[in-house]
């Protein structure tokens, strides 16, 4: 059974991270044997239609504006790319024809993508998880070359895992932000990875080190996430409590250690694939964070049932692409007949205040309306009981 569930996960992992992404390099799997030592990474601007620029410190950006709000994007595992040319995941949605993050610049946002692809490129997914966290993991903090080898000698200093390299980075980029307002968003093992640099921006607000404003999450989405069951050896046991930890679990602690410091942080979970309930005996679903979060069903019903990929990085396209509407209709539905309640239901453009009202209401949002097209404008959520 756990050799299947793997399989499948593979599956869904791998169409996963071969859907979207751009070539970062000029090497190809056609030169395996010109390859050289190569390691690309960082927090990249994203204009419209797909244009980008690597943040440098020192360096302006014709897509950053230090006066406006941010979102943050961290993708997740990507199985195979480098040797598809070294692919920067982006927010193109192939099927739809269309770039996400157009609406998001249009109201005024930088729009930034968080680049770890190399180290996140693993034929086990639990390998990858691990370099979230520690350079101590299965496989230590290696990364992949076009031509599937592995390298460690460009690694950048230090001894944390890709979750401290980001935050530094991140710290750095929005060293003159003045807009106060901060979203993550982290799809399937990128939503540990944006719950890790929350974590360690939210202790350094809380040390005095960094300046609240500025560095203080307003929103954090978790888009179809995964989490990997079991204790881990190398998360070791935090608590105390004679097991060693679980990253559902870590996960989970930083978010209530967050909203117990940051009265405003709202938390929305997005799920298209029940990744954690159909993949049950390796994924964990973590229905204790489930329920304190605003918990959303996606629908994308104009894939087929076998589109594992597709289905899984939905919930990141659909979710970026929903800021370009506005807020989907919520409604009841009794004995076949559906009435509207009056309020917003969740999306990327709902506002703040009301996908706060929606957590920890031991009740979710499931799609009706609008699950035969990519477009979310005719979207339409019920709230139904967990």
Not at 355 to 378: A, F, L, N
Request: glycine residues 10%.
């Amino acid at each position: 059974m756990f050799r299947t569930t793997m399989m499948i996960l593979a599956a869904v992992m791998f169409l996963a991270g071969s859907v979207t992404g751009v070539n970062a390099a000029s090497q190809t799997t056609d030169e395996v044997d010109e390859v050289i030592d190569y390691l690309n990474y960082g927090l990249y601007w994203a204009g419209t239609d797909g244009a980008k620029e690597k943040f440098s410190q020192g360096d302006d950006n014709a897509y950053y504006d230090p006066d406006k709000p941010t979102v943050i994007y961290f993708h997740g595992w990507q199985q195979s790319s480098s040797e598809r040319g070294y692919d920067i995941p982006d927010l193109f949605f192939e099927d739809a024809d269309t770039w996400t993050q157009n609406g998001w610049i249009e109201k005024g946002y930088n729009v930034g993508i968080f680049h770890w692809a190399q180290w996140a490129d693993e034929d086990d997914v639990q390998w990858a998880e691990a370099k979230i966290w520690t350079r101590n993991g299965p496989k230590g903090f290696r990364y992949r070359l076009s031509n599937g080898e592995y390298g460690t000698d460009l690694n950048p200093d230090g001894s944390g895992g890709v979750g401290d390299l980001a935050a530094d980075i991140i710290i750095d980029a929005l060293a003159d932000s003045s807009s106060e307002t901060l979203r993550f968003a982290g799809h399937s093992l990128g939503n540990q990875l944006a719950t890790r640099v929350a974590q360690i921006l939210h202790g350094k607000v809380q040390n005095g080190t960094l300046d609240g404003d500025t560095y203080s999450i307003d929103r954090l989405a978790l888009l179809d996430p995964a989490w990997t069951k079991d204790g881990k050896s190398w998360l070791g046991d935090s608590n105390g409590d004679g097991s060693n930890d679980w990253v559902g679990e870590r996960c989970r602690w930083a978010i209530a250690d967050m909203m117990d410091d940051w009265d405003n942080l709202v938390v929305e979970m997005y799920s298209t694939t029940a990744l954690s309930e159909s993949l049950g005996v390796a994924m964990d679903a973590n229905m204790d964070l489930q329920e304190v979060v605003a918990s959303v069903d996606v629908r994308p019903w104009y894939y087929g049932s076998t589109e594992f990929g597709k289905k899984h990085n939905a919930a990141f396209l659909h979710y970026f692409w929903t800021m370009a509407s506005d807020p989907p209709v919520e409604c009841t539905i009794s004995w076949w007949s559906r009435k509207v309640t009056g309020k917003m239901a969740p999306s990327a453009s709902t506002p703040d205040w009301r996908i706060k009202e929606m957590m920890g209401d031991t009740c979710k949002w499931d799609q009706v309306e609008g699950r035969y097209t990519e477009d979310p404008s005719d979207d339409w959520f019920e709230k139904k009981s967990f």
